[in-house]
T-cell receptor, first 115, second 110 residues
């Protein structure tokens, strides 16, 4: 089984709808991240969480919210979806232990289309 | 604003050649450096990490770090068509957030 899973893998929704993307991990990492990727713009950080009680905004948090339900689960919500939120969304995890070198591991991604 | 820069490519090399991918970063306080490979429509896959100056080899891959020049590179020896992908450079500051470069698209021609 994959260490980092995301659901759904593909989603088409309409403008104004609220949607939630979910991420689960079995790697035992305490840090979790949400990124979006747009063609030509690379990976941009939306939100990150260093533990269950520590949630922080990233570079492009406007229009998004998150919930860290447990160490292994981190959800991203779009409160009112708009077409420019059409993108590929990735969840990632990393270990806070220095010996782990903070290597980051990615889920398979969710392709979101807002019409 | 911390920045990571890469040539967008595409970089084309013939099969069997050495592919050289370059990355520069803006913050001298950077500690950890990573190379990810990403196939189209797929998630980034970690292929190399490097933390100290010099070279680190893993199979056909060699990462090179020069902190004085704020430069990290990835060499791929004996390039194969399956190496055709986008390569992302990422930098981490003191265990905080990662910053990714825009990626270099590599094409290995049979």
């Amino acid at each position: 089984d994959a260490d980092v899973t995301q659901t759904p893998r593909n989603r088409i929704t309409k403008t104004g709808k609220r949607i939630m993307l979910e991420c689960s991990q079995t790697k035992g990492h305490d840090r979790m991240y949400w990124y979006r990727q747009d063609p030509g713009l690379g990976l941009r950080l939306i939100y990150y969480s260093f533990d269950v009680k520590d949630i922080n905004k990233g570079e492009i948090s406007d229009g998004y919210s998150v919930s860290r339900q447990a160490q292994a689960k981190f959800s991203l919500s779009l409160e009112s979806a708009i077409p420019n939120q059409t993108a590929l969304y990735f969840c990632a995890t990393s270990d806070s232990l220095r010996t782990g070198g903070y290597e980051q591991y990615f889920g398979p991604g969710t392709r979101l289309t807002v019409t | 604003q911390k920045e990571v820069e890469q040539n967008s490519g595409p970089l084309s090399v013939p099969e069997g050649a050495i592919a050289s991918l370059n990355c520069t970063y803006s913050d001298r306080g950077s500690q950890s450096f990573f190379w990810y490979r990403q196939y189209s429509g797929k998630s980034p896959e970690l292929i190399m990490s490097i933390y100290s100056n010099g070279d680190k080899e893993d199979g056909r891959f060699t990462a090179q770090l020069n902190k004085a020049s704020q430069y990290v590179s990835l060499l791929i020896r004996d390039s194969q068509p399956s190496d055709s992908a986008t390569y992302l450079c990422a930098v981490n500051w003191y265990g905080q957030n990662f910053v990714f470069g825009p990626g270099t698209r590599l094409s290995v021609l049979p």
